[in-house]
């Protein structure tokens, strides 16, 4: 089950949506061209939130927080975040407008990083992606549209379909999900990341609660 769109108008286009996505694109095969392992490792340590070095040079390291959204683990990582990004994104950016939609999703991306770091302090593990600033445009869809319908994409065996459910159901599935399997990964005392073949759980469950926290400050900023 994946979502294809939202059936809700949209009064303006979602350029910051696009280039968002567009800027993950570019990032991304920028990682597949560096020509070794060594390459791309210094890469993602220059780039990627590694949280032992944030706890010790948290001055020297802060703008990871932000960099590190736009960083990706593979094809799959990418892909499945950027079509979140394209279904939620679009009425997040109408509501707030464009530069306060961009604020408000690099802000939730760094409370999400800085969710994960809290969790896994002492990790030397590299922490990346947009999953976490995602949650938080999926935290506030969540409050501001919650009888909206997503067209969703789903597989029946050998036969495909396309269904409309609930943004509700859609949402809560995806933060009950990562809630259990957060606290699943405290109880292993397991270090979660990309490069292990896990999911930052934290990230994604601090993205979406500092999106509802901060999604009720930014409207009412918000000119009519």
Known sequence: M?????????RIKPYFTYGLIGMNILVFLHEISLANTQQLDSFLQLYAVIPNELTNNFAGEWTTLFTSQFLH??????????IYLWVFGNNIEDRLGHLKYLIFYLICGAFAGLCQW???INSSIPSLGASGAISGVLGAYLLWFPQARITTLVFLGFFITT????????IGLFFIQNLISGFASLQASANMSVETGGVAYWAHIGGFVSGMILSPIFDSFRRE
């Open 2 to 10: 994946f979502p294809l769109y939202d059936n809700n108008p949209t």
């Open 73 to 82: 683990g593979g094809w799959w990582h990418l892909i499945s975040n950027m």
């Open 118 to 120: 809290f969790i896994s």
């Open 163 to 170: 269904i409309n459910i609930p943004a509700l159901f859609m």
